[in-house]
């Protein structure tokens, strides 16, 4: 994969890493939480639900359990993986994370106002877990992400 893209796929990722999506706590189908004043926002893709959380916590990077820290909600792009799971908050993330992990070279750098500069203590990748950045699970995670794709194809997203 071209390093430009991967670039641009993490620097597009800043802008869109506080919205989470989930299975809707009603229809269990995909529903995305956007952050809201003293808290966060769901709004259900499918059934159309629409719920407040309050605010009760910083949000944390899930270790084991695919979950929202934040509401508890289960996510909606997960898969297991190396007896662990591969997932992702959003979307983009997928994106990024399958860039991350499907690039040959990584760049050492990290961005900086939008231009990347060095992949050193960059937020994303101090995020990642260590298995998510071993090489010999690097085919598995791709396979789990394809099966992500596979299993949870994205509904249109409203654009608000
Ligand atoms: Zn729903």
């Known amino acids: 994969m071209h390093p430009k ?10 802008q869109t890493s506080k919205e989470v999506w989930v299975h809707c706590p009603r229809c269990n189908a995909a529903a995305i939480l956007f952050p809201a004043a003293e808290g966060r926002r769901l709004s259900c ?3 159309a639900l629409e719920k407040h959380y309050e605010w009760n916590g910083y949000l944390t990077w899930p270790k084991r359990d695919p979950i929202d820290p934040h509401t508890g909600l289960s996510l909606w792009l997960k898969w297991p993986c190396c007896g662990q ?3 992702a908050l959003n979307p983009t993330q997928l994106d990024v994370l399958e860039s991350y992990v499907g690039a040959d070279l990584r760049p050492s750098g990290t961005f900086k106002q939008g ?6 203590n960059s937020t994303y990748e101090n995020r990642l877990p260590s298995w998510m950045k071993l090489a010999r699970n690097r085919r598995s995670i791709l396979k789990a992400i394809e099966r992500i794709r596979r299993d949870r194809p994205l509904p249109a997203q409203e654009t608000s």
């Open 5 to 14: 893209r991967t670039h641009l796929q993490i620097a597009k990722t800043s």
């Open 45 to 47: 893709l499918k059934c």
């Open 85 to 87: 799971f591969v997932w």
């Open 115 to 120: 231009k990347f500069v060095s992949w050193q």
